[in-house]
C-alpha cells in the first residue's frame, strides 16, 4: 500500500495533486464511494467521445486550480477515481479536440466545462467574452465565430459540486392522484414564497420556504393537488439580460439538467440544496400534495455560435446539437439560439437519466416539458414515434409519473396541440383562447366552444387518450395574469428593456373600457365578475384545471405579459391582497370551485361524453340548451350565441367505480351569458329536472334561492346550478 492510500483523508473540499486511479466508466458524473483499500475518494466520469484528451480540475477554497488528466478512456467514455475527494469539492473538465467550427469541431481547453451530469452546482456565470470559444470582438464578424478564443473563462462560470449519495425517501409517500382529480398549480419557488408574511425572511424565496406550513397551507385551502414548478434546474441568466442589469426570473435557460438551482436554497450550494430540494417534496407529499417540474431540455443556455461554451458545446457540440446543413451553426427550433439533438442516443440518454434522477432520488412526481415539440424533431419534421418519445413510453419509471407537452415549438410544423401519443397530457391553447375569446364577448365559434368546455374530443379522443389529456388553463406564466386580462387591452413591458417588442400581441384581453388600474366601481365590479367567470369556466370545464399562482389573489403584473426579467414585486405574490373583501372571495370561490370538483366525478369525468342516453328512453350524458331552454339543433350550433346552457348528468355517466359498479352521481346545469344584455333562461324540465338549486352566481355574493321555470342571467355572468328530481 502506498502511502498516499495509507494517509488521512482530506478536509471537506480538499485537493491532492495525486493522478487518478483507473476507477469506472459507469455511472456518469462523480459518484462519492468506498474504494477497494476501504478509504473514500470519488468516481468521475465524462462521455467525451471524440475528444483527444479530457483534465479533470479540483479547485480549493480560494479558488486554485488543480488539473488532473485522466487516462482512462472506455466505451466513449473518460473516467478515473481520485482518493480523498470529498462531497462539497468543487470541480470541471477541460476537454481537448480539433478547432474546426466549419464541421461543428468546437474544442477548446481554455474553456471550464461543468459536467453534464452535476448533481449540484457552486457559483454562477458571469457574462464576459472570455466564457466564449471563439471570438467575440473579432474585426471580420462574418467569420468571428471560426476564430478560437483561447482566454482562460474558470472565473467567470459555475463550478461543478461532489454530491454525497444519501437515500432518505423511507418515510415518503407519494400522493399518486389519478390524472382526472389532478388540480395544477403552476408557480415560483422564490415568487410564491419572496412576500409571504407567515414564511420567515431567511427562507423566503427558497425550497425550504416553500416547505414551510405557511406556505403550504394556502396550498391546502385551496384544494390544489400538484405544484408545476417553474424550472427549477440549475439554469444561468443571459448575456443580454445582464448588461441590463436584470435576470432570468424564470429560469428557462437551463444549464444543468441534474441539479436543483442553487439560487433557490437556504441552506447553501455545495450539495446542499440537494437534501432542502427533497426536504420540501416530502412535505408538499405529506400535505397530499404532487410535485411537477417544468423542465427545459429542447435547449441549454449556451445559446448560439457566439454563446458561452459552458458545458456541452465544448464536451461534443456536434454530438448534442443540432447543426444546420453548413455544419458551423444550429438549426433553432427554439427562439433560444440551439436545439438539443434528441435524434443522438446519448443525448437521449443524458435526457431520460436526469428525468429518472427527478422522479427515483428527488421524488417528484411528473414533467411538464417547455417546447416539447422540439424534442419530438426528426430528420424531416415532427415525429410522434420518436426516438425519445419510445424511450420515455416504455421507461418503466418515467412511464409510471405525469407527462405534460408545451405541444409547439417555433419551427416549422411546430404546432401539434392535439397531436401528442397515449400517455402525455397536452397545454391545450385552444382552450384558453376559446374561454377569454368568449368572455371578452368575441363570441366564437359555439362549437369550438362547446368542445373546449366538455373535454377537447376533436382533439383528444382518437389514439386511446381521454379527456384528462387536455390541460385546460385560461393563464400561465407566460402572457397576463387573469387580474390583467380584464384590465389590459395592450401589453405593457417596458420595464423588460426591449422598448415593448417583447411579449405576444394577442392577448384576447378585454379591459372593460378602462386601461389598467382604476378607481370607476362601474369597471371594478365587471372586472371582479369577468375574473369569477374565467375562474368557474376553468373550474366546470372537463378536463385537468389548471390555475396560475397568485390569480385567485387577483395577482398583477401591471400588464407586463413577459416578466421573465422581473425578479421583484412585479412577479412576486402580494398576498396582502387577501386583506381586501372582493380578492378574498375570489379566493373562496375558487377553492369552494375545486371542492365541488373532487365531490363529483360527473365534474371531472375520465371517459369522453357520448352525447347519448346510456339506457333506452335515458337520459344523455351532456346535453346543450338554448336560453329557451330548448336542446340545441344543427342550426343553433352555427348560429352566433353568447348564451349557452350545458347540463352534465349525473344519472348517465358511462364511467364504474373500482368494485365494477355504475358510478352515479348528481346532475349539474352550467349557464353562460357573455352578451352585455341579462337573459331569462328557461331551465330545462322533465325528465332533466323537477326543480334547481342554484350553487353559484358570480353575479351575486349570495346566489338566489332554490328555482325552477326561469332565471335572471344576469349580463356577463355564470351560473352553476344543481339539478334535482324531488
Not at 464578424?141 to 463550478?159: C, F, G, I, L, W
Not at 409517500?173 to 388540480?183: D, M, N, Y
Not at 350524458?621 to 349525473?650: H, I, K, N, Q, Y
Request: charged content about 25%; some cysteine; overall charge negative.
Amino acid at each position: 500500500m502506498t502511502a498516499w492510500q495509507r494517509q488521512e483523508q482530506p478536509e471537506h473540499g480538499a485537493i491532492d495533486p495525486a493522478v487518478p486511479w483507473p476507477g469506472n466508466w459507469q455511472p456518469l458524473g462523480a459518484r462519492y464511494r468506498t474504494d477497494h483499500s476501504g478509504g473514500h475518494g470519488t468516481n468521475f466520469a465524462l462521455w467525451a467521445p471524440d475528444a483527444e484528451a479530457v483534465e479533470l480540475c479540483l479547485f480549493t477554497e480560494d479558488g486554485t486550480e488543480s488539473r488532473h488528466p485522466l487516462t482512462e478512456r472506455t466505451f466513449q467514455t473518460w473516467h478515473g477515481y481520485l482518493p480523498g475527494v470529498r462531497p462539497g469539492a468543487r470541480y470541471g473538465y477541460r476537454v481537448h479536440g480539433r478547432w474546426d467550427p466549419w464541421t461543428g469541431a468546437r474544442w477548446n481547453p481554455a474553456k471550464l466545462l461543468l459536467d453534464p451530469y452535476a448533481r449540484a452546482v457552486d457559483g454562477s456565470y458571469t457574462a464576459h467574452d472570455a466564457t466564449c470559444a471563439a471570438v467575440r470582438n473579432w474585426p471580420e464578424q462574418e467569420v468571428a465565430d471560426t476564430v478560437r478564443d483561447n482566454r482562460d473563462s474558470a472565473a467567470y462560470v459555475p463550478k461543478a459540486v461532489v454530491v454525497h449519495d444519501d437515500d432518505d425517501w423511507y418515510d415518503d409517500q407519494r400522493p399518486k392522484t389519478p390524472w382526472a382529480e389532478t388540480v395544477l398549480y403552476e408557480l415560483h419557488v422564490r415568487g410564491f414564497t419572496m412576500r409571504h408574511p407567515g414564511v420567515p425572511a431567511e427562507l423566503r424565496g427558497t425550497y425550504a420556504g416553500l416547505a414551510h406550513p405557511a406556505a403550504i397551507e394556502h396550498l391546502v385551502n385551496l384544494g390544489v393537488t400538484a405544484v408545476e414548478l417553474l424550472p427549477v434546474h440549475q439554469y444561468a441568466d443571459e448575456d443580454h439580460l445582464q448588461q441590463r442589469g436584470l435576470t432570468n426570473h424564470w429560469g428557462y435557460n437551463t444549464l444543468a439538467f441534474f441539479a436543483p438551482h442553487a439560487g433557490y436554497s437556504a441552506s447553501g450550494s455545495r450539495g446542499q440544496q440537494v437534501g432542502e430540494f427533497k426536504r420540501m417534496v416530502r412535505a408538499l407529499h405529506a400535505a397530499g400534495i404532487e410535485v411537477i417540474l417544468d423542465v427545459v431540455y429542447n435547449h441549454t443556455a449556451e445559446s448560439g455560435i457566439m454563446g458561452p461554451s459552458l458545458s456541452l458545446r465544448g464536451i461534443d457540440n456536434a454530438g448534442y446539437y443540432r447543426l444546420d446543413r453548413s455544419r458551423r451553426g444550429y438549426a433553432d427550433y427554439t427562439g433560444c439560439g440551439n436545439t438539443l439533438d434528441t435524434r443522438q442516443p446519448h443525448t437521449i440518454k443524458l435526457v431520460t437519466d436526469s428525468l429518472r434522477y427527478w422522479v427515483a432520488e428527488m421524488g417528484v412526481d411528473g414533467f411538464r416539458f417547455d417546447l416539447a415539440a422540439a424534442l419530438a424533431r426528426g430528420s424531416d419534421g415532427i415525429e410522434m414515434h420518436h426516438p425519445f418519445l419510445a424511450a420515455v413510453s416504455q421507461d418503466p419509471v418515467l412511464s409510471r409519473v405525469k407527462l405534460i407537452a408545451e405541444p409547439w415549438d417555433v419551427g416549422p410544423g411546430g404546432y401539434q396541440v392535439g397531436g401528442f401519443p397515449p400517455l402525455w397530457a397536452e397545454w391545450n391553447d385552444k382552450y384558453r383562447d376559446t374561454v377569454r375569446d368568449f368572455w371578452r364577448g368575441a363570441r366564437p365559434d359555439v362549437r369550438e366552444l362547446g368542445y373546449r368546455l366538455s373535454g377537447s374530443s376533436d382533439l383528444y379522443q382518437r389514439g386511446g387518450r381521454r379527456p384528462y389529456a387536455s390541460v385546460n388553463f385560461v393563464t400561465a406564466h407566460d402572457g397576463f395574469t387573469l387580474r390583467d386580462l380584464v384590465s389590459y387591452n395592450a401589453k405593457h413591458n417596458e420595464a423588460n428593456g426591449e422598448q415593448n417588442r417583447d411579449g405576444t400581441d394577442d392577448n384576447r384581453s378585454w379591459n372593460c373600457g378602462v386601461e389598467g388600474e382604476t378607481d370607476d366601481r362601474t369597471v371594478t365590479e365587471l372586472r371582479q365578475r369577468q375574473l369569477r367567470n374565467l375562474m368557474a369556466t376553468l373550474l366546470l370545464s372537463t378536463g385537468v384545471p389548471m390555475l396560475t399562482a397568485g390569480d385567485e389573489l387577483g395577482r398583477t403584473q401591471r400588464g407586463n405579459n413577459n416578466a421573465y426579467c422581473q425578479d421583484n414585486e412585479t412577479s412576486w405574490l402580494d398576498w396582502s391582497l387577501l386583506e381586501d373583501p372582493e380578492w378574498r372571495r375570489l379566493c373562496e370561490l375558487t377553492g369552494r370551485l375545486i371542492r365541488l370538483r373532487r365531490a363529483h366525478p360527473v365534474l371531472r369525468q375520465r371517459a369522453f361524453f357520448s352525447g347519448r342516453a346510456a339506457v333506452p328512453g335515458g337520459q344523455s350524458d351532456l346535453a346543450w340548451f338554448t336560453a329557451r331552454g330548448r336542446e340545441m339543433t344543427e342550426a343553433d350550433w352555427f348560429a352566433p350565441t353568447a348564451v349557452l346552457g350545458m347540463l352534465l348528468s349525473g344519472r348517465a355517466m358511462s364511467e364504474r367505480d373500482q368494485h365494477g359498479c355504475p358510478l352515479t352521481d348528481d346532475s349539474f346545469l352550467v349557464l353562460l351569458n357573455a352578451g352585455h344584455q341579462p337573459v331569462g333562461f328557461t331551465l330545462p324540465g322533465e325528465p332533466w329536472a323537477k326543480r334547481y338549486e342554484t350553487l353559484v352566481d358570480t353575479a351575486r355574493a349570495r346566489p338566489e334561492p332554490d328555482t325552477a321555470g326561469q332565471v335572471a342571467l344576469a349580463a356577463r355572468s355564470l351560473q352553476l346550478l344543481r339539478a334535482g328530481d324531488d
